[in-house]
């Protein structure tokens, strides 16, 4: 077969196509914290040794409820998380099975019925399992003569999906781990 033997294809497809392929471009920033971490999420080491920081922070960190998930010694690096669960944190536009936990009262029918009824009682097990969890997150890394921390939340629903999902890096989180750290772990 030879090239103008070939089906023509019309001039407005391929300029269609080209105006198109120009859509997928890179984004012009790169992704940022928000909200920026608070200036008192950084700070000097001090007389402090890189390795005696992240010993404190562990106790400090335990203290106040998070698991201890990564430790390095030699980075100077603490991870450390804690969930807990976010009762009535469900989603209200979600139809999944709407009673009420204590019960409810139904009047309507369907497939040509009507009908009527009250349900008293516990909502069953359904109405208690579907909170959210709330999964937070700090690092600590101690080194280069300084101290950063780092902390997220994330809410996750009933299903496992993602929620929610933020910085939560703040100058009152950071000064009370630091004054923890400095006095010994105990928060």
């Known amino acids: 077969m030879r090239l103008w033997q070939l089906p023509r294809v019309p001039v407005i497809v391929v300029v269609t196509m080209l105006a198109l392929a120009g859509c997928q471009t890179t984004p012009s920033t790169l992704p940022a914290a928000e909200p920026r971490p608070s200036e008192a999420c950084s700070w000097p080491l001090n007389d402090q040794t890189p390795r005696v920081v992240p010993v404190g922070a562990v106790a400090a960190l335990e203290a106040d409820g998070f698991l201890i998930r990564h430790t390095d010694l030699a980075l100077g690096l603490v991870s450390a998380e804690r969930t807990r669960i976010l009762p009535g944190y ?3 536009y979600d139809s999944w099975d709407r009673r009420g936990m204590f019960g409810g009262i139904g009047i309507g029918g369907g497939r040509g019925g009507v009908s009527s009824g009250v349900m008293i009682g516990f909502g069953g097990v359904g109405s208690l399992t579907r909170d959210a969890t709330q999964l937070e997150r700090v690092s600590l ?3 280069a003569g ?3 921390v780092s902390r997220d939340i994330q809410v996750i629903d009933w299903r496992g999906e993602l929620a929610e999902a933020r910085s939560a890096s703040t100058a009152d989180f950071c000064q009370r781990l630091r004054g923890a ?3 010994g772990g105990s928060r």
């Open 181 to 183: 750290i400095e006095a």
């Open 90 to 92: 469900g989603d209200r």
């Open 146 to 148: 300084e101290v950063r």
């Open 141 to 143: 890394l101690a080194g």
